[in-house]
């Protein structure tokens, strides 16, 4: 199987006005068919762990390089840990923030899914990152859908970080159909207890951002959406008093 180099680089100096110093390459280290990366930080230390997938058409893959800082005077030395195979089309992995689940396990979430046959039946699901989970945890209802990013906001304000994500189904013939909505987080904060589907809109599909933006004196809080196959940026709001995206009555 074909391997991918990942390269490390580091900013060996800061951008002041127009100038900048060039990136140095501090090394290579080799992880077949790499796709997404992300840094997930260890509790309140100074220490993060380098979250990975990959994805192929016969196998996927999840890891994690506990401390990667450790490594930046030998990278070639770095050693993935496999979380999971069982994956169809891992995409944007990220840290869980510790209080979705209110726990001191740490968790990755994994969109999973694409346009390939035989993986378009995605998910989003929670693992550990200790490794001592044997699968993922799905906490979407099913369906023909494939997810990509998942973001962690208290949609409904009760005070529970929910799983704002978007997701997309594309047949072999016909027109493709996609998703924005949100994962609500129950009561007990349980990857065990079903999360109730919020769907706020039809059309955004893979990527999108959230943040809050200030319009006529005004706070909002907002979602921008890339839509890959309508071609499509659109922006989200609720006019609700208390920015709750469950009132439907504001959207």
């Not at 762990?49 to 890891?63: K, Q, R, T």
């Not at 209802?141 to 994500?165: A, C, I, Q, S």
């Not at 999108?208 to 909002?220: I, N, Q, V, W």
Request: with cysteine; hydrophobic share 35%; proline share 6%.
């Amino acid at each position: 199987m074909p391997s991918t180099f990942l390269n490390l680089i580091l900013l060996a100096g800061l951008v002041v006005q127009s100038s900048c110093v060039a990136p140095t390459l501090l090394g290579k280290f080799s992880y077949p068919h790499a796709a997404f990366s992300t840094l997930y930080q260890q509790g309140t230390s100074s220490r993060y762990d380098l979250l990975l997938s990959s994805f192929g058409i016969f196998s996927s893959n999840v890891a994690v390089v506990s401390d990667v800082g450790q490594y930046l005077q030998r990278v070639s030395s770095i050693n993935t840990k496999t979380l999971t195979q069982n994956v169809k089309w891992p995409n944007e992995v990220t840290g869980v923030p510790p209080a979705v689940l209110k726990s001191s396990t740490r968790y990755m979430a994994i969109p999973d899914g694409f346009l390939v046959p035989g993986k378009t039946y995605g998910s989003v699901s929670l693992i550990n990152v200790d490794g001592s989970q044997s699968s993922p945890k799905t906490i979407t209802g099913g369906g023909n859908w494939f997810y990509h990013r998942v973001r962690w906001v208290d949609m409904d304000k009760d005070g529970r970080l929910d799983g704002l994500t978007a997701r997309a189904h594309k047949p072999f013939i016909g027109s493709a159909q996609g998703q924005l909505l949100w994962l609500s987080n129950p009561a007990g904060h349980s990857i065990d207890s079903p999360w109730t589907e919020n769907v706020i809109a039809s059309g955004p599909d893979t990527f999108f951002e959230f943040s809050t933006l200030t319009a006529g004196g005004k706070s909002y809080e907002v979602i921008l959406t890339s839509e890959f196959f309508d071609q499509k940026l659109r922006i989200f709001w609720t006019e609700d008093p208390q920015q709750n995206w469950k009132n439907t009555q504001y959207g």
